[in-house]
C-alpha cells in the first residue's frame, strides 16, 4: 500500500524567512503533485513533478522530485502572508494503488508578520 | 473551458432524505472522481470513472452510489446518509486516469446531515 507522509504537519513562519516542507512516499512513483488549499475552499494545484530530478518554480515556491530517495520538497522563499494555507503533495501509485492519488497528510503553514 | 463545477456549494440533508451531488467538466477530460475530505483531513478516494465506466470504488457504503450519465456529468446520489458522512464532497477531472495527468478539482459540496 502506498503511503505519503508529509513533516512538518505544521510551520508556524514569520514573513521573510525561508523554509522547506518534506514529502516521502514508501512505493515506486515518477509522478508527483503539490496542491495547496485555502480554508473552506477546494485544491488549487501549483506543480507536476513528472521525473526525476525535476524541479519547477513559481514565484516563492520552488518544488522537486528525487525518484530514488521517494522524496519530494516545497522551498519557500521569503515568505509573504498570503501564503498562508494547507499544502498537499499527492503520489500517483501502481500496483494495487493503480489509478489512485495518494495524498500526505498535508502541511498547515502559518505566516506571521 | 478550465473549470470543474459543482452543485450545490452547500447542502443541509436529513437522515432520511435523498439528494444529489452534481459535477460537470467541459475539458474534454475522461477520467472524473468523487473525494470525501473531513475537515484538517487530506482528501479521500471515493470513486474513480474511466470513459465513463465506474473503473475504482474505494470500499464505499452503498448510501453512496455514483453515477456517469456522460462525459461530462459525474453525480453522486445520497441516501441514508449519517451524521459522521458530512464533509466536503470534491469532484475532480483528469485527461485520463491518475497515473498520465493531474487532476482538476471542483469547488466542492459542503455537505451537512443531521
Known amino acids: 500500500e502506498l503511503k505519503v507522509e508529509q513533516n512538518p504537519l505544521f510551520l508556524s513562519m514569520q514573513e521573510g524567512k525561508n523554509y522547506t516542507i518534506y514529502c516521502n512516499y514508501s512505493?515506486?512513483?515518477?509522478?508527483l503533485y503539490w496542491y495547496r488549499q485555502d480554508p473552506g475552499k477546494s485544491l488549487e494545484s501549483l506543480f507536476v513533478?513528472?521525473?526525476?530530478?525535476a524541479v519547477k518554480q513559481e514565484g516563492r515556491l520552488m518544488a522537486s522530485l528525487d525518484t530514488k530517495a521517494r522524496l519530494s520538497t516545497l522551498h519557500i522563499t521569503a515568505a509573504v502572508h498570503d501564503l498562508s494555507a494547507t499544502y498537499f503533495c499527492?503520489?500517483?501509485?501502481?500496483?494495487?494503488?493503480?489509478?489512485?492519488?495518494?495524498f500526505g497528510q498535508g502541511t498547515i503553514l502559518t505566516v506571521h508578520p | 473551458d478550465t473549470e470543474v463545477t459543482q452543485t450545490p456549494k452547500h447542502l443541509v440533508m436529513g437522515m432520511t432524505n435523498k439528494k444529489s451531488l452534481k459535477c460537470e467538466q467541459h475539458m474534454g477530460h475522461r477520467a472524473m472522481y468523487w473525494y470525501k475530505q473531513k475537515a484538517k483531513k487530506p482528501p479521500e478516494l471515493m470513486f474513480v470513472y474511466s470513459y465513463e465506466k465506474l473503473s475504482i470504488n474505494e470500499s464505499v457504503p452503498s448510501r453512496f452510489s455514483p453515477e456517469c450519465p456522460n462525459s461530462s456529468l459525474l453525480n453522486l446520489h445520497l441516501h441514508a446518509l449519517q451524521p459522521e458522512d458530512s464533509a466536503l464532497y470534491l469532484c475532480?477531472?483528469?485527461?485520463?486516469?491518475?497515473?498520465?495527468?493531474?487532476?482538476?478539482f471542483g469547488p466542492g459540496t459542503r455537505l451537512t446531515v443531521t
Open positions: 499527492a503520489v500517483v501509485g501502481g500496483g494495487t494503488s493503480y489509478g489512485k492519488l495518494t
Open positions: 512505493t515506486t512513483s515518477d509522478r
Open positions: 475532480a477531472s483528469g485527461p485520463r486516469t491518475a497515473t498520465t495527468g493531474e487532476q482538476y
Open positions: 513533478l513528472l521525473s526525476n530530478g
